[in-house]
């Protein structure tokens, strides 16, 4: 599981980042909303935990304008605000759960393992996959980016889905090669980089903001940047 803290005061942030990680969890930080807004909107997290009162962005307007941009990531707040409004305005603001401070610390792993299996159950039965302006229907086959529909052939396809599957994961080509194109990678065929450039000029070409990147020695990222 891939977790993302965002939260200012440092000392918790760390006590945090390490109880999680004994869980064999993946441990993201950011210490104010902004820089939290890009992570999550850049990299897949499994569950994204707030607290409310973050520097620059606040953590139910960080909170808003994810669920604005599509983010579906379940959201923990978690913070030493705890009225009913305050509970009221994080569920309002697109939270999932409310945990106020100070907490128990096996309370915390029982709601992040919950939120993480609803999660799962939820991208299961979900037949379309967002990042950004960019929505991929898997029933009807129909890719959109800013509601434009751009016609894809079957190849170009699942190669979008396996890059958008793994959305701030660097992806080699040999893993693409396997999963894509269920073959072992050769290294004297330049197959993949030629489908990469076909998507690039159909999903990015024409658009301000570029989703797919190469990272040279390593292969592809497919992230809002």
Do not use: C
């Not at 942030?13 to 969890?25: D, H, P, T, Y």
């Not at 994204?48 to 669920?67: S, W």
């Not at 080509?173 to 894509?180: G, N, P, T």
């Not at 990469?196 to 989703?211: A, G, P």
């Amino acid at each position: 599981m891939k977790i993302l803290i965002v939260e200012d005061e440092p000392k918790l942030a760390g006590f945090l980042k390490r109880g999680l990680e004994e869980q064999s969890w993946e441990v993201e930080l950011a210490y104010d909303g902004q820089v939290g807004k890009k992570m999550a909107s850049n990299y897949r997290f499994d569950v994204i935990i707030l607290d409310v009162n973050l520097p620059i962005l606040n953590g139910y307007d960080l909170a808003k304008q994810l669920r604005n941009d599509g983010l579906t990531t379940p959201i923990l707040f978690l913070t030493a605000l705890g009225t009913i409004d305050d509970k009221l305005d994080g569920f309002e603001a697109g939270g999932d759960d409310y945990l106020v401070k100070p907490f128990e610390f096996r309370e915390l792993i029982a709601r992040i393992k919950v939120l993480s299996q609803r999660n799962s159950n939820r991208e299961q039965s979900s037949q379309i996959l967002k990042l950004a302006d960019l929505e991929l229907n898997l029933d009807e086959k129909v890719a959109r980016r800013a509601g434009n529909r751009i016609d894809l052939t079957a190849k170009e396809f699942a190669l979008l889905e396996y890059l958008m599957r793994n959305r701030g994961r660097v992806v080699s080509r040999v893993d693409i090669a396997e999963q894509v194109w269920d073959i072992r990678f050769d290294t004297g065929t330049n197959v993949i980089d030629v489908y990469i450039n076909f998507l690039r000029k159909k999903v990015d070409k024409d658009y301000d903001t570029k989703l797919i990147h190469t990272v040279v020695g390593m292969g592809y990222i497919f992230k809002e940047e």
